[in-house]
């Protein structure tokens, strides 16, 4: 099992950035790919960014390619996403997601274990 937290959401205006932090306890000695994903109220649950383990991939949603960065710090069992440009439209709650492999996975079945979500809004 591994267990999942989310932290550094929160509420900025348009033009921002955050830094979301992702730790990860439980069986983190495996070889795990990590995910962010981000569900808007009344909308589906939609793929943000993803890294591969160790981290030497990284793939990007195109509505936040060139804003965001994912990153991952292994000693740490930790990732982040660094979040630029913030605008409203990407105001959401923000779930981290672990799979038990190395490759990235760009859907949400791909993914076996969840954070419980981090609030962000964006104010315009």
């Known amino acids: 099992q591994v267990q999942l937290v989310e932290s550094g959401g929160g509420l900025v205006q348009a033009g921002a950035s955050l830094r979301l932090s992702c730790a990860a306890s439980?069986?983190?000695?495996?070889?795990?790919?990590m995910g962010w994903f981000r569900q808007a109220p009344g909308k589906e649950r939609e793929f943000v960014a993803a890294?591969?383990?160790?981290?030497?991939?990284?793939y990007y949603a195109g509505s936040v390619k060139g804003r965001f960065t994912i990153s991952r710090d292994n000693a740490k069992n930790t990732v982040y996403l660094q979040m630029n440009s913030l605008k409203p439209e990407d105001t959401a709650v923000y779930y981290c997601a672990s799979r038990i492999v190395s490759a990235v996975g760009k859907n949400k079945e791909d993914y076996n274990y969840w954070g419980q979500g981090t609030q962000v809004t964006i104010s315009s």
């Open positions: 890294i591969s383990w160790p981290g030497n991939i990284q």
């Open positions: 439980g069986r983190t000695s495996s070889n795990y790919a």
